[in-house]
């Protein structure tokens, strides 16, 4: 994705977030009216690709930066009949934001811990935070895969659905700067503080325009350390289609690859 492509994208967005915010308070924000938790061992088995949703919240995303990229990716989902599951916490229901209210399943998860089993080779993923709850969720999508006999396996982080903090980006990063004032920006006069400071993975990826110092920020918002895969996997990063790079070669034979892609958004696809 160029850099032009992510303002373009995100010209997109400010559009339908302009027209969001002409609507009645609770036409703009979620509209579910109850949900039902799944309990684990109730879910269907997820052996095809499917949509993972972690807190997708105003709890956490206060002001629902990922809400039009999510619904993107749950209205894709519905079309090609992909199963969608939407974890949870005990936050209140009105701060669900997606437009969907009836996923394959709502299933509870305080911190984006897992608490079923996953068979499929590919998972898609939305929510946040980047730091937190969603890298629990990867690194229990990681544990399950790597006891499995291995098997190339692909996470697809969908950029515009994905809300952070910048909270672990280098304060020397030559970006770093540029991440903050945005987030000033986005957080004026907003109450609550660092709670409201939150960004898109999109909006990182525009704001940092070097194609070296984005791969650089890109490797460094997934796992790929020991704890993330056994030895005899190579973990891969691909992003703007095209772009590649191997964040970990496996120790001796290769037996597996894991490969995050980065994907701006599903509105095209």
């Not at 796992?223 to 772009?243: E, F, N, S, T, Y």
């Amino acid at each position: 994705m160029t850099v032009s492509s992510c303002r373009r994208r995100l010209l997109e967005h400010s559009l339908f977030a302009g027209l969001l915010a002409m609507l009645p308070p609770a036409a703009s924000r979620a509209h579910c009216l109850s949900r039902q938790f799944t309990e684990p061992d109730a879910l269907p088995a997820l052996t095809k690709p499917f949509v993972l949703v972690t807190h997708a919240s105003s709890e956490y995303d206060s002001r629902m930066a990922t809400k039009s990229g999510l619904d993107a990716l749950v209205h894709h989902a519905r079309i090609v009949r992909m199963p969608v599951i939407y974890l949870a916490d005990d936050s209140p229901l009105d701060g669900y934001f997606a437009r969907d209210c009836a996923p394959t399943a709502w299933v509870f998860s305080e911190g984006g811990e897992l608490s079923f089993r996953v068979g499929a080779n590919h998972v898609l993923l939305a929510g946040g935070h980047l730091e937190l709850c969603l890298n629990r969720t990867i690194h229990g999508l990681l544990d399950q895969w790597g006891r499995l006999p291995p098997r190339d396996r692909r996470l697809t982080l969908v950029a515009d659905a994905i809300y952070a903090n910048a909270r672990e980006i280098d304060g020397e990063a030559p970006y770093a700067r540029d991440i903050a004032r945005f987030l000033d920006i986005v957080a004026s006069a907003r109450p609550g503080g660092e709670h409201w400071r939150k960004l898109t993975l999109l909006e990182a990826m525009a704001i940092i325009r070097d194609d070296a110092q984005r791969s650089e920020f890109l490797a460094s918002v997934v796992p790929a350390g020991p704890r993330a895969m056994p030895a005899g996997w190579q973990i891969k990063l691909r992003w703007d289609d095209v772009r590649e790079r191997i964040l970990r070669p496996a120790r001796g034979p290769v037996q597996a690859t894991l490969t995050y892609e980065i994907i701006d958004s599903m509105f095209e696809r």
